[in-house]
């Protein structure tokens, strides 16, 4: 008998453990940015131009069975893994999926939801007519933040927007496609790119928005798409100077933006930083490869764009930074997502770590 009682009582325990240990630390989580984290919207966007992940070899170790969702990944990409250290399964699903599905306000009163869209930029003219700039993801938030009061009430809503957890990501799109050659052009460039990007969040703050997790811009220039250009297959520097400047433009930016938005906390994420040694010593990083694409053709898996279904796969998809010429791999991804949450690893995020944001407040 007694037996019994201590064998239920490990069982409760066991139970109440398991349900709290994955509860969430935010109540949802909405994300807003580019390919890096779209799980899905591009798919369901009309048009053959459409950059979309929605054939194999794209999903292909997605856990749980091999699916192309419309990552641009071999499995999750770095949402997910942001999302799973907030205590998610894995991202909110995608805003155009959900509302196919007529799910939209339950997921976004529950999880969160994803307005992240390939190709997407911070101004409309970037790669226009083929994605969700990063304007109508914001429209898309007010439109689904109206429908969430109407069901749940004004208050509610509010309350649950203060503390849920907004991840953006965009930027790389804008500088990719980008004409401009001198230092002069550049600083004009980042000028009208902040002056987007902070409308952008001042319109979010003014939705109801608090709590902001930025990924800044990667190094542009060590992408398997731009490596092959060069006969060496280095990295384009002048290229990562510009990703560079644009990032300690936003930093300051931000550092000036917040003070004036009461109650708003944000970490900003310096992909550069957290790729340093992967770069400069790939196996210390745990990687066998820094530079080819595991899904492709060509040299460095560069020469044939996207990955395919008649793509070249390497052995070890996680010994690899790059899944495709420009996307990294679900193991990149994960290393990327638990830098951002390292409290110890101040170079990487400002003014605090994804972790403490999530758990502030
Ligand atoms: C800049 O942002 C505003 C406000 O979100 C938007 O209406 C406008 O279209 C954007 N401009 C460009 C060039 O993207
Ligand atoms: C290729 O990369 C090397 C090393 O960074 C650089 O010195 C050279 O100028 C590059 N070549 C081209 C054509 O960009």
Redesign the pocket.
Known sequence: MKGAIFLLWVVVVGLVGAVTARRPVVPAMFVLGDSTLDVGNNNHLPGKDVPRANLPFYGIDFPGGAIATGRFSNGYNIADFVARQLGFERSPLAYLVLKSRNYLIPSALTRGVSYASAGA??????NAGNNI???EQ?RYFAETKTKMETAAGRDKVSRLLARSFFLVGVGSNDLFQSTATTQGDVIALYT?LI??YT??IT?LYGMGARKFGFISVPPLGCVPAVRVLNATGACNDAMNQVAMGFTATLKSALAGLAPKLTGLAYSLGDSFVALETTFSNPQAAGYENADTACCGSGRLGAEGGYCTRTSKLCANHDAYVYWDWIHSTQRAAELGAQALFNDGTAEVTTPISFGQLAREG
């Open positions: 930029g911070i101004l409309d003219s970037t700039p990063l304007s914001v009208t002056s987007n409308a952008a319109d």
